[in-house]
């Protein structure tokens, strides 16, 4: 099947069927090849028209016979069909892993009668009721099974079919798998722990009946202020694309604000680019969590299928995602992207004092969001526009907490009780994003400002003066930079090619609200694996190979050989660049009993403000609102 999709647009089940078709058909992937997702060559195909067909890499593994590619290839287009044009060898070892081949590891070790034996030891005959997660083993490979691809595996049990076995981890027992060859390795045996008697179940009526809530009715009667081309949204002066990948699940291209008939636009790509939780606690079952949940696993088939009602309220409109399953099954993500608007509260407001009179303006939003889960934890991301030109990213970090056993009588000295013998450590999450700038143009450079005291007596006889100095950042040397909210530190992305009527290069700036110093001795496994959450902001000249904060493959990769801050050593310069910025979003995750046996939404996230790129507040031309008090419909507020 041919699409004609601008190639920002998501790929399709029939683009990704003719394309693995044509893989399978080699015989050098084997009788039981296992895939680790498709993507668009995003470089290459903008300059294409659509029906031209898009190139796409998909990565494909030969487990029997220790091999793996990155197979270059052709998604069909009405005027090329589906082709092959290369296959690169990939070190069999870096692939991340699919839930498919999650399910067969786990399955794996229900299977070997060692595992069984040292769950019978702990009272757990029924092999059926236990969950393996499979975790990446970075950092922790064993001496004497280097060269393999491997997993070791977080333990659950549970009582019933139905039981949440999260809130019932076995306690120091810890398989190693060969990915590979399903083969347990070993076992690691640290002591038996009484398993958690007490439920952890969360759904509805598990802890007695549901207290009464009353109706809230989100109703739009002219329907939403939005309208959908494909996959071209436009809504209040606001354009962009919407894309899907496999690593990072929803991506945002070609984001233009439309200043009367003059579209400006302000970045070329948006995403969440990688995340990395490491855990903080030298428990047995927990010292080897600290994972990049996207280049080890996947966002794009990790994200959940959206309900109206639940996720999302009022007038809603949904996007489909199409993955390819570690089988090489495609298959589509129904609701995979949620795109609505939502009243924001007061945009702006004042009150004349001496006349009485009292202008307000509500603020309205739109909002386009995904939900992803990763075995217990589940990860919003909502990204915001607003209608006086700023943007926002909310993450919503919510699921269940992941936890250890603890014996009786025992207290967590790295952690904090949540039930009888279940300890949650304390744990870091970060968010590495990826801003594509193009502020008025693809040119830009990049300031960052911070708020001092003016030191000149001359200046500032009343000791009162405070200044904003402006450092400008030309190269990567000087690029890799931490927030420091006491001092107001932000950074401005300016124009090149654009100023305003003041004379002064238009821009946006970006403020990191939410940060995290990585708690981890320098030079561990944890602070080596990522060291791009040892700053908050990092600036790149934009490099098509250079896609991921993270490194192209970073399981099982040698620590720190990849990614941003390896690209940094070149030292490039940022004197006018198209320029690339990795924010780097954090939190300290001290648990609370509270979040226990699910967690309510914590939120965490950045924010782009327009900073000189209009002349003036562009809101200025929002209606007064209408309501109940003035009658009839009229502005009440004006």
């Known amino acids: 099947m041919t699409t004609t999709a601008h190639w920002t647009a998501p790929l399709t089940e029939p683009e990704i069927a003719e394309v693995v078709a044509l893989v399978r058909a080699d015989s050098r992937i084997g009788a039981r090849p296992r895939f680790w997702g498709i993507a668009v ?16 890499r998909l ?9 793996a590619w990155e197979v270059g290839a052709w998604a069909p287009g009405t005027d090329r069909p589906a ?7 990939v ?7 699919s839930s498919e081949e999650a399910r067969m590891v786990a399955q794996a070790c229900r299977d070997d009668p060692a595992f069984r034996a040292a769950l019978a030891e702990r009272g757990i005959t029924d092999a059926s009721l236990v969950w393996v997660d499979p975790e990446s083993i970075t950092g922790f490979e064993p001496a004497d099974l280097d060269g393999r691809r491997l997993s070791w595996g977080t333990v659950w049990h549970r ?6 076995g999260y809130a019932r981890p076995v306690a120091g027992l810890v398989p190693i798998v060969d990915l590979e060859t399903l083969q347990v390795l070993r076992i690691e045996d640290h002591g038996v722990i009484p398993v958690a008697k007490e439920a952890g179940n969360y759904r509805s009526g598990s ?13 739009q009667p002219e329907g939403p202020g939005f309208t959908i081309d494909g996959h071209l949204v436009t809504w209040q002066n606001w354009s962009f694309r919407v894309g899907f990948t496999h690593r990072e699940g929803l991506v945002l291209h070609d984001v233009v604000y439309h200043d009367g008939d003059e579209p400006r636009p302000v970045l070329r790509r948006a995403a969440v680019n990688e995340m990395y939780v490491p855990y903080l606690d030298s428990d047995p079952t927990a010292y080897r969590k600290n994972f990049f949940d996207w280049g080890e696993y996947g966002a794009g088939p990790l994200t959940a299928s959206l309900e109206l009602g639940c996720d999302c309220l009022g007038e809603i409109r949904y996007f489909d995602a199409a993955v390819v399953n570690g089988h090489g099954e495609p298959r589509t993500i129904g609701n995979a992207i949620c795109l609505h608007e939502e009243d924001f509260s007061v945009l702006w407001k004042h009150v004349n004092t001496r006349t009485g009179e009292a202008d307000v303006r509500r603020s309205r939003r739109l909002v386009i969001s995904s939900f992803a889960t990763v075995a217990n934890y589940d990860y919003g991301f909502y990204w915001s526009f607003y209608q006086d030109g700023m943007i926002d990213l909310e993450i919503k970090l919510t699921g269940i907490l992941s936890v250890s056993g603890i014996a009786d009588g025992q207290e967590p000295r790295f952690g904090r009780m949540v039930a009888p013998n279940v300890q949650a450590p304390n744990h870091q999450h970060y968010f590495g994003l990826r801003l594509d700038m193009g502020v008025d143009g693809p040119v830009n450079r990049l300031y960052e400002i911070h708020a001092e005291v003016e030191e000149d007596e001359e200046l500032n006889p009343y000791g009162n003066a405070c200044r904003m100095v402006r450092t400008a950042i030309t190269a990567e040397s000087w690029a890799a930079r931490s927030t420091d909210p006491a001092r107001a530190v932000h950074w ?3 124009s ?3 100023t305003n009527r003041f004379g002064d290069r238009t821009g946006y700036r970006l403020t990191l609200p939410n940060t995290a110093r990585l708690l981890v001795r320098p030079g561990s496994i944890a602070a080596r694996k990522a060291p791009f959450v040892s700053r908050q902001l990092w600036a790149t000249p934009y490099d098509p190979a250079e896609r991921f904060i993270a490194g192209e493959y970073p399981n099982q990769a040698p620590l720190g050989e990849d990614g941003v801050t390896a690209w940094q050593r070149a030292d490039r310069s940022l004197d006018g660049a198209e320029l690339v910025l990795w924010p780097v979003v954090g939190v300290h995750h001290d648990p609370r009993p509270e979040e226990w046996p699910i967690m309510s939404v914590h939120r965490i996230g950045m924010r782009l403000e327009p900073d000189g790129f209009f002349d003036r507040n562009p809101s200025l031309d929002l209606p007064a609102p209408r309501g109940h008090a003035a009658g009839h419909g009229d502005a009440c507020c004006h």
């Open 492 to 494: 401005l992305v300016e």
């Open 207 to 219: 802890w007695g009946p549901d207290r009464y809530v009353a109706p809230l009715e989100i109703v």
């Open 83 to 89: 082709s092959i044009e290369s296959w690169t060898p």
């Open 91 to 97: 070190d069999p070892r870096r692939p991340g892993v």
């Open 59 to 67: 990565v494909v593994m030969n487990p029997d016979a220790h091999a």
């Open 496 to 498: 090149d090619a654009r």
């Open 41 to 56: 060559e995003e470089d290459r195909a903008r300059t294409l028209a659509p029906g031209q067909g898009r190139p796409v």
């Open 159 to 164: 009582e019933s079919a139905d039981d949440n």
